[in-house]
């Protein structure tokens, strides 16, 4: 992309999250510049492009996801991991206002949406509009889901007013109508760009969701919205496009965006090519100094969320093919004694053993345990082709069509038909060399969301809907009510249009 669309894409950075005041010569629009429709492609690009700062890798939107559940944990280790509590703060619940990641992941999705905006001023076609417009319903979902209220603005609008703000309520209906209205002109093909299939993905994620998000201490599940989860899973399972797949860690392999018949809408890298750092720490934020590649030592799992699995579920992991070979490194759950690609044992940087333990304290302080505390989580297998670099060929996943199959099969237990979702549950449980389920409930389905999607960025959504997030669990206690959505921040607070979220 030219420096002439990064600097227009910058300008519509700050239009949105900032501020209310920007510099006279935008003449308070964004834009100009003599761009035109045909700059449109390099302009949708960027929304693109704008997607990877808060969803691809660990420390955006997935961060926000993951460690304020039972999923992932990031240990202080004696003076590493400390960052003045912020970690901490994310898994025990402990959060406030002025929470930097909190912020900055806010500020982020709203740039999606401001860019995504941007691009519906300068008379883009009918297929070019429906994308923009999915990218910002995509991102205002996110932000409904954090913080029950979403700011908003239109195309061409005056940047140096504050944007307009609409409750849960209003988005809700805002994203049902937007999104339906865009579906058929979507591109129908492409994993790595919207497509009508993710745009029912997100309709049944929002209707899934809605009772959650209207509230969030008691939800309520509306017949209507089970049936219409239903009916849309079914147009996507009887299309007849997609299948779970044997090898589960393809779906987030390199290739993996145009490689599998399971994934639905991936965010595109393009390997030796384009930079997608989000998806290095992937794997450097949890690996160890002594593993190739370096790692930083950082994020864990927790074992009691590991022994949900059973020994033979594949999603556990094992030896993979371009990773193992490589480094040593397997792909799922590490835990125990880890070796080079020649089989022989590594040590840590105190010369003791390097064997990850399934025990794990949100403040480690023996010694001797404070680089092997914790076992370690490879999602995306390895790019070694790409040298480990930010020029990787991994696809980041967002919609794989085992989602399909379990959000209907919770759409239908929620209807009543328990028989009919267990079946769905266990089509996905045997191709992953899981043992039948006898019975379902809500229990066990949630049990089995966390094993299918384990570090995607689910489990905060799933907990909240299943009314589990307040809970006590491994290295948290119970929390307040008000940790249900996250505050606005501080430095959002000069748009008089937003409510701070109780508590905060």
């Known amino acids: 992309m030219s420096n002439k669309y990064i600097g227009i894409l910058l300008i519509a950075l700050m239009a949105f999250t900032g501020c209310t005041k920007l510099d006279e010569d935008l003449n308070g629009q964004v834009g100009s510049g003599g761009v035109g429709s045909e700059n449109v492609p390099a302009l949708l690009n960027a929304a693109y492009i704008a997607m990877r700062n808060p969803y691809y890798g660990p420390y955006g939107w997935w961060a926000l996801q993951e460690f304020p559940t039972d999923e992932a944990i990031v240990p202080t280790r004696g003076g590493d991991w400390d960052d003045n509590g912020a970690w901490r703060a994310l898994h025990l619940h402990r959060w406030e206002s002025d929470h930097t990641r909190i912020h900055t992941v806010f500020r982020d999705l709203l740039s999606v949406s401001y860019v995504s905006t941007d691009v519906l001023q300068y008379s883009p076609n009918a297929e070019q509009e429906a994308q923009a417009r999915f990218l910002r319903a995509f991102a205002e979902y996110s932000v409904l889901d954090g913080w029950g209220q979403v700011p908003y603005r239109e195309a061409g609008e005056d940047v140096t007013q504050p944007p307009k703000v609409r409750n ?166 590490l835990v125990g004694q880890q070796v080079n690609q020649n089989g022989e044992n590594l040590t840590d940087r105190r010369g003791n053993p390097l064997a990850f333990t399934p025990e794990v304290s949100i403040i480690e302080r023996d010694q001797n345990h404070l680089e092997v505390a914790g076992i370690r989580v490879i999602k995306y297998p390895i790019d070694y ?120």
């Not at 399971?262 to 720490?281: H, Q, S, V």
């Open 168 to 333: 849960a309520q209003e988005e809700i209906d805002y994203l049902i109508s937007e999104v339906s209205e865009v579906m058929e002109n979507l591109p129908t093909s492409r994993a790595d760009r919207a497509t009508p299939d993710a745009a029912r993905m997100l309709l049944m994620n929002i209707h899934l969701n809605k009772g959650a998000f209207l509230n969030r201490q008691s939800p309520t599940f509306a017949n209507e919205d089970m049936q219409e989860v239903v009916r849309l899973a079914d147009e996507i399972i009887n299309s007849g496009k997609y299948s779970l797949i044997d090898d589960y860690y393809l779906n987030f392999a390199p290739n993996n965006g145009q490689s599998t018949t399971e994934n639905i809408f991936t965010g595109e890298n393009r390997g030796g090519e384009d930079a997608a750092t989000g998806m290095t720490n992937m794997w450097v934020a949890t690996l160890h100094y002594n593993q190739n590649p370096r790692g930083n030592n950082g994020f864990c799992t927790l074992s009691d969320f590991y022994n949900k699995f059973e020994e033979n579920d594949v999603r556990r992991g094992g030896e993979y093919p371009g990773v193992t070979n490589v480094s040593g490194v397997r792909v799922g759950f």
């Open 385 to 504: 082709a790409n040298g480990s670099t930010s020029l990787l060929n991994n696809d980041w996943v967002f919609y794989r069509y085992s989602d399909v199959l379990l959000m209907k099969a919770e759409a239908l237990l929620r209807l009543g038909q328990a028989g009919e979702a267990l079946n769905l549950v266990n089509q996905v449980r045997v191709k992953r060399g899981a043992s039948s389920l006898s019975e379902l409930n809500e229990q066990s389905l949630l049990d089995e969301l966390g094993r299918e999607f384990f570090w995607e960025g689910h489990r905060r959504t799933d907990l909240i809907r299943f009314g589990k997030f307040l809970e006590e669990w491994q290295e948290k206690p119970a929390s307040d009510a008000k940790n249900l959505l996250f505050p606005i921040p501080l430095n959002q607070l000069g748009n008089p249009n937003y409510t701070q979220n109780p508590g905060y």
